[in-house]
């Protein structure tokens, strides 16, 4: 009897999240900076902010992987201080490091 292969699927549920417009300092200085994070991106973490390990987005397809750099994150649009800081490295999206910012 033959099989009928069942072909891999990759997962495309992705979560939002919202970001500064740009990438900013040293992570652990910006905890304390209030900016307007009001650009929206997606990632593919279980958590309603991205951690470490996993890879953000710019569109909500998967088609783009956010730059690399510091950025400040909420997880509502607003202006404010940050509610975590992740650092992206590789040129893949991927989170190399993600912290939380007391509030």
Same mark, same amino acid.
């Given at each position: ?46 958590? !309603?902010?991205?951690? =470490?390990?996993?890879?953000?987005? &710019? /569109?909500? $397809? @998967? +088609?783009?992987? !956010?730059?690399?750099? =510091?950025?400040?994150?909420?997880? &509502? /649009?607003? $202006? @404010? +201080? ?22």
């Amino acid at each position: 009897m033959v099989g009928i292969a069942t072909p891999y699927t990759v997962s495309t549920e992705r979560s939002t999240a919202f970001r500064y417009n740009g990438t900013v300092g040293k992570p652990v200085l910006e905890c304390e900076t209030s900016r307007a994070i009001t650009t929206q991106f997606w990632h593919n973490g279980s958590f !309603l902010l991205p951690a =470490n390990g996993d890879t953000c987005y &710019t /569109s909500a $397809t @998967g +088609n783009n992987y !956010l730059a690399d750099g =510091n950025y400040a994150l909420s997880t &509502t /649009s607003r $202006t @404010g +201080n940050p509610t975590s800081i992740i650092t992206i490295t590789g040129g893949a999206g991927v989170i190399s490091a993600a912290i939380l910012c007391l509030v």
